[in-house]
């Protein structure tokens, strides 16, 4: 989504420009500073400094045709997306956050540039991991300037939907055990609401907080797959492989649904069985497993859905607490999750499921089958502090299924000593 060729193409023009600067004798200060901004964005480009080397760039621009020039927005724009790739998801955020106003100013709100701009902000909130509610702000204001732009019924429109109702699964849209705060309520909510209930409260703000996140979070990503299945009626010849996708997310959506109800007291989750839970599981892994086979066809084209998809396959495997279909996916190397989680957040496990993590100074949940729920609250699954205990998820990393702490900082018998 990020094609700034209007930055790049400029990038070079200014390189042609500076052989023309550089060739009188007498050289004016303007050219001096073109000169400099070149010298030093090449130095950065050398060095792999990506997002400095944009920033000596940009700010030539700023200076010289201004904030709100097109080029100027295509750079920051760039700029932002560079230290998000980088890992500078705050500073991201807030480049992006500029170059936003200075296209709304450059293009106007609706203007078709505008497409762009809000889905790669929602995409740095997304990151930011603060909620959803700003990267469905933006995501959908993507989606308003298309439909502005008599672009709904095209392609681009459904991959759109597409494409931000995975983003919001992924990002943790249902709550649950894959997530730490989603629709402003976190693991210490659960916690709250679990005391709540043993006291016979079971109509207090903790409740109100989960049911409401869950029933949002579903509508949300509802409308979205329904909008998009409306619209494949007739597009669908266009793009092979999109009934897969939505069938992708549509599964992811199902077992998230399911592991959000095995962490909600039984007031919000009602009758659902683990019979029933564990059929529903087998059910959509039959669904993604005819989805991954559809999209290997062109996997290189395909290869984001595919890993969602098998990374629902190895939530199924935790849920059905199946250590052996979790090894073998692992093993298969048709998933690696090594990017996603830190070095220091990484556990072995034994073959019982038990997490090795001898560092921690306070009680942790010591295998990996040992999720929060309802039931399982009580005293020992606090610390000292009355902070909900660490809790770990299945990794594939490097071919190797190994537990990744998830929603607690890293802390050591060192640490606090």
């Known amino acids: 989504m990020r094609r700034l060729t209007a930055a790049l193409s400029y990038v070079c023009f200014l390189a042609m420009g500076l052989v023309v600067s550089l060739a009188p004798i007498s050289v004016s200060a303007q050219d001096i500073t073109e000169a400099e901004a070149l010298r030093n964005y090449e130095a950065a480009e050398a060095a792999g400094n990506h997002a400095a080397a944009t920033k000596f760039i940009l700010d030539y621009m700023e200076q010289t045709e201004g904030e709100n020039a097109p080029l100027t927005v295509s750079l920051t724009q760039r700029y932002g997306n560079q230290l998000r790739e980088e890992g500078d998801i705050s500073e991201a955020v807030s480049v992006l956050t500029d170059a936003r106003e200075r296209a709304i100013v450059a293009y106007g709100e609706y203007g078709i540039e505008m497409f762009e701009v809000n889905l790669d902000l929602g995409e740095a909130y997304v990151d930011r991991n603060i909620g959803l509610g700003k990267p469905k702000k933006y995501f959908d204001d993507a989606l308003?300037?298309?439909?502005?732009?008599?672009?709904?019924?095209?392609?681009?429109?459904?991959?759109?939907?597409?494409?931000?109702?995975?983003?919001?699964?992924?990002?943790?849209?249902?709550?649950g055990a894959l997530a730490t705060d989603t629709f402003g309520f976190t693991a210490g909510d659960l916690v709250q609401s679990a005391r709540q209930r043993s006291g016979r409260n079971e109509t207090g703000p903790g409740f109100a907080n989960?049911?409401?996140?869950?029933?949002?979070?579903?509508?949300?990503?509802?409308?979205?797959?329904?909008?998009?299945?409306?619209?494949?009626?007739?597009?669908?010849?266009?793009?092979?492989?999109?009934?897969?996708?939505?069938?992708?997310?549509?599964?992811?959506?199902?077992?998230?649904?399911?592991?959000?109800?095995?962490?909600?007291?039984?007031?919000?989750?009602?009758?659902?069985?683990?019979?029933?839970?564990?059929?529903?599981?087998?059910?959509?892994?039959?669904n993604l497993l005819a989805a991954i086979d559809v999209l290997m066809e062109d996997a290189e084209l395909n290869q984001g859905f595919v890993d969602i998809a098998n990374n629902a396959r190895l939530e199924i495997a935790w849920l059905g607490e199946d250590m052996?279909?979790?090894?073998?996916?692992?093993?298969?190397?048709?998933?690696?999750?090594?990017?996603?989680?830190?070095p220091d957040r990484l556990f072995p496990i034994t073959p019982d499921g038990d997490v090795i993590a001898p560092r921690f100074s306070f009680r942790i949940t010591t295998n990996i089958f040992d999720r929060p729920n309802a039931g399982k609250y009580s005293n020992r699954n606090l610390n000292e502090d009355d902070r909900p205990q660490p809790q770990f998820v299945p990794v594939c990393i490097n071919g190797r299924l190994m537990a990744a702490l998830i929603n607690t900082p890293v802390v050591s018998i060192e640490d606090l000593d």
Do not use: H, W
Request: charge should be negative; include cysteine.
């Open 144 to 175: 308003e300037v298309l439909r502005q732009n008599d672009q709904r019924e095209t392609m681009l429109y459904v991959k759109t939907l597409v494409g931000v109702a995975s983003r919001l699964a992924q990002a943790g849209a249902l709550g």
């Open 324 to 342: 052996q279909k979790m090894n073998d996916f692992c093993s298969s190397n048709t998933l690696n999750m090594a990017s996603s989680y830190p």
């Open 210 to 286: 989960i049911s409401y996140g869950y029933a949002s979070g579903y509508r949300v990503l509802e409308e979205y797959l329904q909008e998009a299945i409306e619209l494949t009626e007739v597009l669908e010849i266009e793009d092979p492989y999109l009934s897969a996708k939505i069938a992708i997310v549509q599964a992811k959506i199902k077992v998230l649904e399911n592991v959000f109800l095995e962490v909600v007291p039984p007031s919000i989750k009602g009758s659902v069985s683990g019979t029933t839970a564990q059929e529903n599981y087998d059910r959509e892994d039959g």
